[in-house]
C-alpha cells in the first residue's frame, strides 16, 4: 500500500545529500507494504537565499526505490546543485505508490504537483472519493491535469484557494488556513502531507481513515551534534532545535526517534519554525466562513514500543524466512505473562488483561462474529471449533468486505471480533465501523498497539508477535490462533465441565514453541519438496476440522508468493467438484494429523488414491505407513492437541511456500501487485 515519509529538520544543520538519503531511507523502510513507483521533493535553495519564486524539486520514477535514487542522484549530477550545501531548516516529502488510479508511471507518482511552479505538493494515501466533481470544477477554472490519479485534484485546489485568497495583492493567507479549506471539499479517505513553495519549510500534515504517525526528536541544547535528548513528553514549542518525521508507519521511525505521536481522524498537523501545532478539523461544520482556524489541541508524545532490530533481517536472505524461523519466540512472547497460575488451586489459568472486564458480556452473547480479511480470516477460521466447544455460542466468520456488500445484520447483543494484523486494513475498519454503528460489543485481536483497529474497538487483545515485515503474514497467523485459542479459554473458564479439556490445551500451549522449533526442522525436506514442484501450474491442498483453515492458508501462502495456482479446498466438499481436477499429474496436499477427522482423511486419501491422485500427505508423527504405505511423499509433523495443530501444520507449508518462490526466482518479501496492509476498499 502507498507510503508516507517526510522530514523537517529545524535548527539542525543537515547537507543536501544527507536529507536525500534520509527520505530514500525512511522510503526503503515503507518498500514491504507494496508499492510500484516513489517520489521525493526536496527544496532547490537554502532558506537563506530561498526566494518565492524558486520551486521545490521533484522527481518521480516507476519501479523501485533504488531506480529513483540512481535517476535522482543523476538528475542532480547534471544540474549545478551541490550535495554538500548545508540547511539549518529543512522540509522534503517523499512516497511509495500502490496504483490506484493510473498505470505505474513517474506522472502517476507522487508528490502530484499544482502545476508548473510546485506552488503546491502533495504526498497521498487511501482515495480521494470525489476527485471527478473537484476535477470538473477546477477544469472550468483553467486547470489542466497530467496524471489520471485522483489525488492531483488536492495540490490544484490549494493553489486554487490560495490564489483566490490572495487576488488583492499581498499574501494573508496562511498555509494552515488553505489546507483547512481544501480539506473541506475532500471527501474519502486520506493521510496527506503538503509543502508549498510559498511557505517554505513548513509542512502540514492531517489525516482521515489512513494511518499517519509524527515522530519527533529534540535536542536539549542550540545546537545538535547528534548526542543529547530532551526528555519532554510534549513537543516543545518554537526554538528548540529538533527533527520531526512523519510517516504512515512506525517502521520508518523507529531508527531516528521512539517517541511518536499517532495522528487522529480530522487532524491538522502544522509544523512551522520548530513548533506543531494541532488542530481538530470539524468535517461537519460549512459555516462560510471560510479562513476560520479551529482551536489547537495538546496532545501527548507516546513510546514505540517496536527495536530497531526488529526491522531487520538478520541472518535470514528474506523477511519471509525470518518471520517464520523467529516463530517458536514469537509464540513464547504471545503469551508472555497470560498463563498464570490462578486461584487456590495450583493449575494454570489464561488471563488476557484486555478482555477480563468485558468477559460476562462476551458468555451473554448472541452470536460470536469472526471478521477479518486474507490471513487473518484464516486464522479466525482455525480457532472457531475451539470457541463453539468452549463457550457454547455460535460463532460465525464474516469476510470484512462480504458483510459489507450484504450490509448483514449485526445486533447489539453480538460480540463482533476484529482480527488484522496491522489494525488498519480498510475493509476490517469499515465493518468497525458499521458494527460499531448497530451497537454490537467490539472486540479487536491486533498485532499493532495504536493502530485504527485497537483505538475503536472497545476491548482487545494484542497478539504481540513482534513486526512482520513479509507481506506474505506467517508469523503473526500463527500467534493469532494462539491469542484466539486464549480467548476461547478465557470464555469457557466459568464452566466445569470443560475444566480438563481446558488445562490440556494450557498444558499443549506451553508445549507449543517447542513443537513449532521440531517442525521448523523440516526446512531442507521443504526445499526437497518445493523442488519436485517448481514448474506445476497448480497445487491443491485439502483439509478438514481444525485444518481447514491450514488448507486454506498454506494455500494462500503458495498463490501470493510463488505466483502459482493453488486452492485450499474443504475435504468434506471433494466429491461435490474438486474430484473432477484430480489425475496422476495436478499434486495434492492432503492434511490427516491426528484429530477427530482423522478416519475421515484416510479414507478421503483412500479415494483420491483410487483415482491415481499424485498425494503428498501431512500426518503426525509415526503414522507414515498408516496413511499412504510409503506410496507417497509425507510431512511428519509432531502431534500437540487437536485445536493447535493448525499453528503446527501450517509451518511446513509455510516453508514450502518460501523454498517455492525462491526456487521460482520471484520475489517473496514484495508478491507482484500486492500490499502488507490494502488500506483501500
Ligand atoms: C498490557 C500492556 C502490556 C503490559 C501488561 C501488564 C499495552 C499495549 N499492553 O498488556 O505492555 O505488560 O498490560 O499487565 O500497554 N485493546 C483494544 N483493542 C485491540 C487490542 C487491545 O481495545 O484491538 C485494548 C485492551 O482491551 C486493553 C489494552 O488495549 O485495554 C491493552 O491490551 P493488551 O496489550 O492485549 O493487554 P495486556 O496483555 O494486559
Ligand atoms: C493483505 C495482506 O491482503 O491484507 C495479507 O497481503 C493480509 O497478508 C490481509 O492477510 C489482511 O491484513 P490484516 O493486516 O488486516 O491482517
Request: hydrophobic share 35%.
Given at each position: 500500500?502507498?507510503?508516507?515519509?517526510?522530514?523537517?529538520?529545524?535548527?539542525?544543520?543537515?547537507?543536501?545529500?544527507?536529507?536525500?538519503?534520509?527520505?530514500?531511507?525512511?522510503?526503503?523502510?515503507l518498500?514491504?507494504?507494496?508499492?510500484?513507483?516513489?517520489?521525493?521533493?526536496?527544496?532547490?535553495?537554502?532558506?537563506?537565499v530561498?526566494?518565492?519564486?524558486?520551486?521545490?524539486?521533484?522527481?518521480?520514477?516507476?519501479?523501485?526505490?533504488?531506480?529513483?535514487?540512481k535517476?535522482?542522484?543523476?538528475?542532480?549530477s547534471?544540474?549545478?546543485?551541490?550535495l554538500?550545501?548545508?540547511?539549518?531548516?529543512?522540509?522534503?516529502?517523499?512516497?511509495?505508490?500502490?496504483?490506484?488510479?493510473?498505470e505505474?508511471?513517474?506522472?502517476?507518482?507522487?508528490?502530484?504537483?499544482?502545476?508548473?511552479?510546485?506552488?503546491?505538493?502533495?504526498?497521498?494515501?487511501?482515495?480521494?472519493?470525489?476527485y471527478?466533481?473537484?476535477?470538473e470544477?477546477?477544469?472550468?477554472?483553467?486547470?489542466?491535469?497530467?496524471?489520471?490519479?485522483?489525488?492531483?485534484?488536492?495540490?490544484?485546489?490549494?493553489?486554487?484557494?490560495?490564489?483566490?485568497?490572495?487576488?488583492?495583492?499581498?499574501?494573508?493567507?496562511?498555509?494552515?488556513?488553505?489546507?483547512?479549506?481544501?480539506?473541506?471539499?475532500?471527501?474519502?479517505?486520506?493521510?496527506?502531507?503538503?509543502?508549498?513553495?510559498?511557505?517554505?519549510?513548513?509542512?502540514?500534515?492531517?489525516?482521515?481513515?489512513?494511518?499517519?504517525?509524527?515522530?519527533?526528536?529534540?535536542?536539549?541544547?542550540?545546537?545538535?551534534?547528534?548526542?543529547?535528548?530532551?526528555?519532554?513528553?510534549?513537543?516543545?514549542?518554537?526554538?528548540?532545535?529538533?527533527?520531526?518525521?512523519?510517516s504512515?508507519?512506525?517502521?520508518?521511525?523507529?531508527?531516528?526517534?521512539?517517541?511518536?505521536?499517532?495522528?487522529?481522524?480530522?487532524?491538522?498537523?502544522?509544523?512551522?519554525?520548530?513548533?506543531?501545532?494541532?488542530?481538530?478539523?470539524?468535517?461537519g461544520?460549512?459555516?462560510?466562513?471560510?479562513?476560520?482556524?479551529?482551536?489547537?489541541?495538546?496532545?501527548?508524545?507516546?513510546?514505540?514500543?517496536?527495536e530497531?532490530?526488529?526491522?531487520?533481517?538478520?541472518?535470514?536472505?528474506?523477511?519471509?524466512?525470518?518471520?517464520?524461523?523467529?516463530?517458536?519466540?514469537?509464540?513464547?512472547?504471545?503469551?508472555?505473562?497470560?498463563?498464570?497460575?490462578?486461584?487456590?488451586?495450583?493449575r494454570?489459568?489464561?488471563?488476557?488483561?484486555?478482555?477480563?472486564?468485558?468477559?460476562?458480556?462476551?458468555?451473554?452473547?448472541?452470536?460470536?462474529?469472526?471478521?477479518?480479511?486474507?490471513?487473518?480470516?484464516?486464522?479466525?477460521?482455525?480457532?472457531?471449533?475451539?470457541?463453539?466447544?468452549?463457550?457454547?455460542?455460535?460463532?460465525?466468520?464474516?469476510?470484512?468486505?462480504?458483510?459489507?456488500?450484504?450490509?448483514?445484520?449485526?445486533?447489539?447483543?453480538?460480540?463482533?471480533?476484529?482480527?488484522?494484523?496491522?489494525?488498519?486494513?480498510?475493509?476490517?475498519?469499515?465493518?468497525?465501523?458499521?458494527?460499531?454503528?448497530?451497537?454490537?460489543?467490539?472486540?479487536?485481536?491486533?498485532?499493532?498497539?495504536?493502530?485504527?483497529i485497537?483505538?475503536?474497538?472497545?476491548?482487545?487483545?494484542?497478539?504481540?508477535?513482534?513486526?512482520?515485515?513479509?507481506?506474505?503474514?506467517?508469523?503473526?497467523y500463527?500467534?493469532?490462533?494462539?491469542?484466539?485459542?486464549?480467548?476461547?479459554?478465557?470464555?469457557?473458564?466459568?464452566?466445569?465441565?470443560?475444566?480438563?479439556?481446558r488445562?490440556?490445551?494450557?498444558?499443549?500451549?506451553?508445549?507449543?514453541?517447542?513443537?513449532?522449533?521440531?517442525?521448523l526442522?523440516?526446512?531442507?525436506?521443504?526445499?526437497?519438496l518445493?523442488?519436485?514442484?517448481?514448474?506445476?501450474?497448480?497445487?491443491?491442498?485439502?483439509?478438514?476440522?481444525?485444518?481447514?483453515?491450514?488448507?486454506?492458508?498454506?494455500a494462500?501462502?503458495?498463490?501470493?508468493?510463488a505466483?502459482?495456482?493453488?486452492?485450499?479446498?474443504?475435504?468434506?466438499?471433494?466429491?461435490?467438484?474438486?474430484?473432477?481436477?484430480?489425475?496422476e499429474?495436478?499434486?495434492?496436499?492432503?492434511?490427516?494429523?491426528?484429530?477427530?477427522?482423522?478416519?475421515?482423511?484416510?479414507?478421503?486419501?483412500?479415494?483420491?488414491?483410487?483415482?491415481?491422485?499424485?498425494?503428498?500427505?501431512?500426518?503426525s508423527?509415526?503414522?507414515?505407513?498408516?496413511?499412504?504405505?510409503?506410496?507417497?511423499?509425507?510431512?511428519?509433523?509432531?502431534?500437540?492437541?487437536?485445536?493447535?495443530?493448525?499453528?503446527?501444520?501450517?509451518?511446513?507449508?509455510?516453508l514450502?511456500?518460501?523454498?517455492?518462490?525462491v526456487?521460482?526466482?520471484?520475489?517473496?518479501?514484495?508478491?507482484?501487485?500486492?500490499?502488507?496492509?490494502?488500506?483501500?476498499?
Amino acid at each position: 500500500m502507498c507510503g508516507i515519509f517526510a522530514y523537517l529538520n529545524y535548527d539542525v544543520s543537515r547537507d543536501r545529500r544527507y536529507i536525500l538519503e534520509v527520505l530514500f531511507n525512511g522510503l526503503r523502510r515503507l518498500e514491504y507494504r507494496g508499492y510500484d513507483s516513489a517520489g521525493i521533493s526536496i527544496d532547490s535553495s537554502s532558506a537563506a537565499v530561498h526566494r518565492p519564486s524558486d520551486p521545490p524539486l521533484v522527481f518521480r520514477q516507476e519501479g523501485n526505490i533504488e531506480s529513483l535514487v540512481k535517476s535522482v542522484y543523476r538528475d542532480v549530477s547534471a544540474t549545478d546543485l551541490n550535495l554538500e550545501e548545508s540547511f539549518s531548516i529543512h522540509a522534503g516529502i517523499a512516497h511509495t505508490r500502490w496504483a490506484t488510479h493510473g498505470e505505474p508511471a513517474p506522472r502517476n507518482s507522487h508528490p502530484q504537483s499544482s502545476g508548473a511552479g510546485n506552488d503546491f505538493l502533495v504526498v497521498h494515501n487511501g482515495v480521494i472519493t470525489n476527485y471527478k466533481v473537484l476535477q470538473e470544477s477546477l477544469l472550468r477554472h483553467g486547470y489542466t491535469f497530467e496524471s489520471e490519479t485522483d489525488t492531483e485534484v488536492i495540490p490544484k485546489l490549494a493553489k486554487f484557494v490560495f490564489d483566490k485568497a490572495n487576488e488583492g495583492g499581498d499574501q494573508t493567507v496562511t498555509f494552515c488556513e488553505v489546507v483547512l479549506e481544501v480539506m473541506r471539499h475532500l471527501e474519502g479517505a486520506y493521510a496527506l502531507i503538503f509543502k508549498s513553495k510559498h511557505y517554505p519549510n513548513e509542512l502540514i500534515a492531517c489525516k482521515r481513515g489512513s494511518p499517519l504517525l509524527l515522530g519527533v526528536k529534540e535536542y536539549a541544547q542550540e545546537k545538535s551534534n547528534g548526542t543529547s535528548y530532551n526528555d519532554m513528553k510534549f513537543i516543545s514549542k518554537n526554538g528548540h532545535p529538533k527533527e520531526l518525521f512523519l510517516s504512515s508507519d512506525a517502521h520508518a521511525l523507529v531508527e531516528h526517534t521512539k517517541k511518536v505521536l499517532v495522528i487522529e481522524d480530522s487532524e491538522v498537523v502544522d509544523i512551522k519554525d520548530g513548533g506543531v501545532t494541532i488542530f481538530k478539523f470539524d468535517h461537519g461544520k460549512r459555516d462560510g466562513k471560510s479562513h476560520s482556524i479551529p482551536a489547537s489541541v495538546q496532545r501527548a508524545l507516546s513510546i514505540l514500543e517496536m527495536e530497531a532490530e526488529q526491522i531487520s533481517k538478520g541472518k535470514y536472505d528474506h523477511y519471509m524466512q525470518k518471520e517464520i524461523h523467529e516463530q517458536p519466540e514469537s509464540l513464547t512472547t504471545t503469551m508472555r505473562g497470560r498463563l498464570i497460575r490462578g486461584g487456590t488451586s495450583k493449575r494454570k489459568s489464561v488471563l488476557l488483561g484486555g478482555l477480563k472486564d468485558h468477559l460476562k458480556t462476551i458468555r451473554r452473547s448472541r452470536r460470536i462474529v469472526f471478521i477479518g480479511c486474507g490471513t487473518s480470516y484464516n486464522a479466525a477460521l482455525a480457532a472457531r471449533p475451539i470457541l463453539e466447544e468452549l463457550c457454547g455460542i455460535p460463532v460465525m466468520m464474516e469476510i470484512a468486505s462480504d458483510l459489507l456488500d450484504r450490509q448483514a445484520p449485526v445486533y447489539r447483543d453480538d460480540t463482533i471480533i476484529f482480527v488484522s494484523q496491522s489494525g488498519e486494513t480498510a475493509d476490517t475498519l469499515n465493518a468497525l465501523e458499521y458494527t460499531l454503528e448497530n451497537g454490537a460489543l467490539c472486540v479487536g485481536i491486533t498485532n499493532t498497539v495504536g493502530s485504527s483497529i485497537d483505538r475503536n474497538t472497545h476491548c482487545g487483545v494484542h497478539i504481540n508477535a513482534g513486526s512482520e515485515i513479509g507481506v506474505a503474514s506467517t508469523k503473526a497467523y500463527t500467534s493469532q490462533i494462539v491469542v484466539m485459542a486464549m480467548v476461547a479459554l478465557a470464555i469457557g473458564a466459568d464452566s466445569i465441565s470443560t475444566e480438563q479439556r481446558r488445562e490440556g490445551i494450557i498444558e499443549s500451549l506451553i508445549n507449543l514453541p517447542d513443537k513449532v522449533r521440531e517442525v521448523l526442522k523440516l526446512d531442507q525436506e521443504m526445499k526437497d519438496l518445493a523442488r519436485s514442484l517448481i514448474s506445476e501450474q497448480s497445487l491443491l491442498m485439502f483439509g478438514r476440522g481444525y485444518n481447514y483453515a491450514t488448507a486454506l492458508e498454506g494455500a494462500l501462502k503458495v498463490k501470493e508468493v510463488a505466483l502459482m495456482h493453488s486452492e485450499g479446498i474443504l475435504a468434506g466438499e471433494m466429491k461435490h467438484g474438486p474430484l473432477a481436477l484430480v489425475d496422476e499429474n495436478l499434486p495434492i496436499v492432503v492434511i490427516a494429523t491426528r484429530d477427530q477427522s482423522f478416519s475421515k482423511q484416510q479414507s478421503v486419501i483412500q479415494q483420491l488414491k483410487a483415482r491415481k491422485g499424485r498425494l503428498i500427505v501431512m500426518c503426525s508423527e509415526g503414522d507414515a505407513e498408516a496413511v499412504c504405505g510409503g506410496s507417497c511423499p509425507v510431512i511428519e509433523v509432531p502431534q500437540v492437541v487437536d485445536c493447535l495443530q493448525p499453528v503446527v501444520n501450517i509451518v511446513p507449508l509455510q516453508l514450502l511456500a518460501y523454498h517455492l518462490t525462491v526456487l521460482r526466482g520471484y520475489n517473496v518479501d514484495q508478491p507482484r501487485n500486492l500490499a502488507k496492509s490494502v488500506t483501500t476498499e
